[in-house]
């Protein structure tokens, strides 16, 4: 429960400093089966047993079509912490892979997962949207935004998405990933392993292998990319009243 606690509460620092959580929200966890994603339903789930800003929980993982992804062990998780799971059906796959036959189907995998995730909080009432992404996927994005598009961006941690009427927020932006792992390890959280053909071949993998290339002779480029989105600070990046 030590290593819970401890990273609870760099999850709340996240959700202190970018105003993400008010009283009486509602919020859906986007649980596609990864660490990340178990790990923010877990901590928010702890979150929520002491946080002043009275909140609930639901867990949504949208089923993209394939065989052999098993969420039962997640649904019996979320049972365990007291949090409503939904399991919702699509033919993502099939549309993506079988009819589109997409060269780079990551982007199209996203929008549609995302907009059935938009349609399931709408159908529940629900206000936000918790989406696993943490400090290395936000640097990742920089990078990638930087060398493939020739300009200075990240997502935010907190993103009204106005079509939706739902705030997106990223609660663990202040953790790396390797801390991340290192509790879903401990905590024995029931992943359930990816069986996208795409998963291991994306620029966003070639971005990572390059960070983790240069970390071999730069070890605190990770903080300083971090600490230099802050400083500027990008849009959306600086502390609430700071």
């Keep these: 429960m030590d290593h819970l606690n401890h990273f609870t509460s760099l999850v709340r620092r996240g959700v202190d400093d970018f105003h993400m959580i008010e009283d009486g929200d509602r919020i859906a966890v986007g649980v596609s089966g990864g660490k990340d994603s178990l790990v923010l339903l877990r901590a928010l789930a702890h979150l929520r047993t002491y946080y002043p800003c009275k909140f609930e929980l639901e ?8 065989d052999n992804m098993d ?30 036959r997409e060269e780079n189907p990551c982007s199209l995998c996203s929008k549609m997962r995302r907009g059935a995730l938009n349609d399931a909080l709408k159908s529940r009432g629900m206000n936000k949207l918790a989406l696993g992404h943490h400090m290395d996927d936000a640097i990742e994005t920089f990078v990638m935004s930087l060398i493939f598009e020739g300009r200075i961006s990240c997502f935010k941690p907190v993103t009204y998405m106005s079509r939706a009427d739902v705030f997106q927020i990223r609660p663990m932006i202040y953790s790396d990933e390797k801390r991340i792992a290192n509790l879903c390890e401990k905590l024995d959280l029931p992943v359930v392993k990816n069986a996208c053909p795409a998963d291991k071949d994306s620029k966003r993998r070639q971005i990572k292998e390059l960070l983790a290339s240069l970390e071999e002779d730069y070890p605190d480029i990770k903080s300083k990319i971090f600490g230099a989105m802050r400083r500027l600070p990008l849009e959306g990046w600086g502390i609430a009243g700071v």
């Design 59 to 66: 867990a949504i993982t949208i089923e993209l079509g394939y």
């Design 71 to 100: 969420y039962s062990p997640i649904e019996k998780l979320c049972r365990e912490i007291d949090v409503p799971y939904t399991c919702i059906k699509t033919d993502i796959r099939e549309v993506v892979f079988d009819v589109r």
